[in-house]
């Protein structure tokens, strides 16, 4: 059988593009979750003494056996525990940067029970990230996890439980103003 020059070409041309996009393996995400453990480690004990971390990455957890993509917990010895399924982690829109956004945003479910989404979003931007990026160019990092982890969320939205446009257009400008370093305002 012979097989098109065109038709070739562009086969190697679409695998080798999506080669150069494709984001962290398994490998690397176990890597990276237990670098953001050791980073994340002291400013959890700093900020609650009494716990411990622990990020449990499922590599095999699908949208349909966890469709949360990231939640928190604690173990029997309340430790606490972060837990992230691989199709969230492999995502198009999935970046280190932005995973430290998200894993910020379920510690803070931790740090302040009874918050509201918006707030959780809130605290990794103005405590967390700032706490584990220290010494980096913070604004461009912030700017860029928070692009991508709103892509992902509109992605996922649209997908499984559409918003509105005024929730959405309330997270972004939460976003925004938490960047920008304006308080804290509820607009849900």
């Given amino acids: 059988m012979r097989i098109d020059r065109v038709a070739y070409y562009f086969l190697i041309l679409s695998i080798s593009t999506l080669a150069a996009h494709a984001g962290p393996d398994d490998q690397e995400w176990k890597a990276y979750f237990q670098d953001f453990t050791l980073r994340a480690g002291p400013y959890v004990h700093t900020l609650n ?5 622990t990020v449990e990455y499922l590599p095999h957890a699908s949208e349909i056996s966890f469709p949360q993509g990231a939640s928190q917990g604690r173990d029997s010895q309340n430790n606490w525990i972060l837990r992230v399924g691989g199709w969230f982690a492999k995502d198009d829109f999935m970046s280190r940067d932005a995973m430290d956004f998200v894993l910020c945003h379920e510690l803070s ?3 302040n029970p009874g918050k509201n989404e918006i707030f959780h979003d809130y605290f990794a931007i103005t405590e967390c990230l700032p706490e584990l990026w220290r010494g980096e160019d913070i604004q461009a990092k912030l700017k860029e996890s928070t692009k991508r982890t709103m ?3 509109r992605k996922f ?3 499984n439980s559409p918003r509105s446009a005024a929730i959405v257009q309330c997270y972004e400008t939460n976003i925004h103003q938490a960047i920008e370093g304006f308080p804290f305002t509820d607009c849900l």
């Fill in 109 to 111: 479910h931790l740090f």
């Fill in 151 to 153: 892509q992902n969320r």
């Fill in 49 to 53: 003494g009494k716990h411990s971390l």
């Fill in 157 to 159: 939205w649209n997908r």
